[in-house]
């Protein structure tokens, strides 16, 4: 009898540092064209880093240079607050 155990990826918020499955985060990619974005597919190209869903988690992502330093590339502000702007609609604490 073979069960269906297939591998869950998981990935690590860059903020709470907790390990999560790949489907339970939100991906934030650094494209070719500079900019920082949220890839809710989690398939364009470019260096990824992820975030909890958590309002939380996205305001200490963004504070500093955590962001920055993880993608290897140094946010515009304009870049920064549309992040913000989105980390706005998120929900709060768990």
Same mark, same amino acid.
């Given at each position: 009898? #073979?069960?269906? %155990?297939?591998?869950?990826?998981?990935?690590?918020?860059?903020?709470?540092?907790? %390990?999560?499955?790949? #489907?339970?985060?939100?991906?934030?990619?650094?494209?070719?064209?500079?900019?920082?974005?949220?890839? %809710?597919?989690? #398939?364009? %190209?470019? *260096?990824?880093?992820?975030?909890?869903?958590? *309002?939380?988690?996205?305001? @200490?992502?963004?504070?500093?240079?955590?962001?920055?330093?993880?993608?290897?590339?140094? @946010?515009?502000?304009?870049? *920064?607050?549309? @992040?913000?702007?989105?980390?706005? #609609? @998120?929900?709060? *604490?768990?």
């Amino acid at each position: 009898m #073979k069960l269906d %155990s297939r591998h869950i990826p998981q990935r690590t918020c860059i903020a709470c540092r907790q %390990s999560r499955d790949k #489907k339970d985060l939100v991906r934030l990619v650094h494209t070719k064209d500079g900019i920082v974005e949220v890839d %809710s597919s989690a #398939k364009k %190209s470019g *260096r990824g880093a992820y975030l909890c869903p958590k *309002r939380d988690c996205w305001e @200490l992502g963004l504070k500093g240079s955590r962001l920055d330093y993880t993608l290897r590339t140094k @946010l515009s502000h304009d870049n *920064r607050q549309a @992040l913000v702007s989105y980390a706005d #609609k @998120l929900p709060g *604490r768990d």
